[in-house]
DNA sequence: TATATTAATGCACAAATGTGCATATGCGGG
DNA sequence: CCCGCATATGCACATTTGTGCATTAATATA
């Protein structure tokens, strides 16, 4: 599987790509955050989490009891650019609105 | 479903990936050029163009028994450096070398 | 009209994907 | 050592996706 093909499809499904929007600022974000965040099960957002790791687009780190989760800080300027692109088309989902 | 997954799961896929990366040289292309090229059955082609006019990312005009597609030519600029930071990702596949 | 060429579509089906439920694992605090 | 919180994973399952085969549709030409 070619390197587009991976990133693609990994950005291709709304909660995944959600979570990569909330992932941009940079910052870590834990799997209950997210979960809590998108309205998605504990193991759902696992297993999401695992495929954008897989795919070279987030990194994990072990915090007691959580499981860290941001942006990989080693992609490519194309990678990027797609990932931006991406994000530009289209505005923010609405969250809960308090 | 919202503009980016549509554009995202168009091009998450080998096939309609190469065939964007053939169309994006702006010119047009039948689909039987394109079975040709890619080593795709007639139908499996048809409906791959399918999926990408559905996307917006190209447009097909009837000339005689032909469909020409093309890249669609008002594609917005979150969309054109999307596309075009995917195909900078990996080279172009081994065509059939003469 | 009959035939050939090109493309689209109905039907079937295997494979992949996303998700829930239950359970296991990792970690910290009593 | 046992319990609780956060996360990962095995299993099952419904849905979606990609594809082939056969047929239909659109167009051109004899």
Redesign the pocket.
């Known amino acids: 599987m070619t390197q587009s093909i991976k990133i693609l ?1 990994a950005l ?2 709304p ?1 995944r790509f959600e979570v990569i929007r909330i992932l941009w600022d940079g910052r870590e974000h ?3 955050e997210l ?1 809590e965040a998108l309205g ?5 957002m ?6 954008l790791k897989n795919a070279g687009l987030v990194v ?1 780190r ?1 915090d ?5 989760y941001r942006r990989s800080p080693e992609l490519s300027k194309a990678i990027t650019s797609l990932v931006e692109a991406a994000l530009a088309l289209d505005k923010p989902l609405k969250r809960k609105s308090a």
């Open positions: 499809a291709a499904e909660t834990c799997v209950c979960m998605k099960s504990q193991s759902c696992s297993r999401h989490m695992t495929s994990d072990r007691a009891q959580w499981v860290r």
